[in-house]
């Protein structure tokens, strides 16, 4: 067990719709991940907070976005959902410094299927 | 920017026995962090080793050892006396300073009996 909680585990639901996936990161830790992960496009990294602040983006869509909250875990919200949209969402968090700590732990992942 | 590669999509390997993966990056950066994380049939993705590349050690954890040759630009990764859990995908992953990760494609290892 990384610590790192997601939640809902499975979600299906149908093109057009929006979603929110949860993550809580580990105790102490300030930064949060999200990557997708698609059998086409492989591991990508979508975007990341820290301590409540966006700090980097990386391939996302402009249909999707996220936060980080006071309490520290984020959500992940995805809408106008297409079939392409389906894949296995990773939430990963980290200290968020530089150093030997800084090291990804991720959560189990939230399946999205949209039919 | 940086690329990872892994050119073994699928190896196998009996139990018991040694298997080495391969990744290859290319970064300008001198001091980055370089990961080998596995993924089970479950889809969780965990840590198998991490390796600093100020660091002229190899890392090692139990059975896993990394081979980092940083003029080469290359981060093996051994697995000594394979198990049948140690069946998964392997992704070799660079990451800058309190960066993002950036993956490679992945090795499928498959330990048999």
């Known amino acids: 067990d990384s610590g790192v909680t997601q939640t809902p585990k499975h979600l299906i639901t149908a093109t057009g719709q929006r979603v929110t996936l949860r993550c809580s990161p580990r105790s102490g830790d300030l930064s949060v991940y999200w990557y997708q992960q698609s059998l086409d496009q492989g591991l990508q990294f979508l975007i990341q907070?820290?301590?409540?602040?966006?700090?980097a983006k990386g391939n996302i869509l402009e249909r999707f976005s996220a936060q980080q909250f006071p309490d520290l875990h984020s959500e992940l919200n995805l809408s106008s959902l297409e079939l392409g949209d389906s894949a296995l969402y990773f939430c990963?968090?980290?200290?968020?410094?530089?150093?030997?700590?800084?090291?990804?732990?991720f959560g189990p992942g939230t399946r999205l299927t949209v039919l | 920017a940086q690329t990872v590669t892994q050119s073994q999509p699928e190896m196998s390997v009996q139990e018991a026995e040694t298997v080495t993966l391969s990744c290859t990056y290319d970064t300008s950066e001198s001091n980055y962090y370089l990961f080998w994380y596995k993924q089970p049939p479950s889809r969780q993705m965990i840590l198998v080793i991490r390796q600093e590349a100020y660091k002229q050690q190899n890392a090692t954890e139990n059975r896993f050892s990394v081979n980092f040759q940083k003029a080469a630009k290359s981060f093996s990764l051994k697995i000594s006396d394979s198990q049948l859990g140690d069946t998964a995908m392997y992704f070799c992953?660079?990451?800058?300073?309190?960066?993002?990760?950036?993956f490679g494609t992945g090795t499928r290892l498959q330990v048999f009996p």
């Open positions: 992953a660079f990451m800058k300073h309190a960066d993002k990760l950036i």
């Open positions: 990963a968090s980290s200290v968020g410094t530089s150093g030997y700590l800084d090291t990804q732990y």
């Open positions: 907070y820290y301590n409540g602040e966006e700090r």
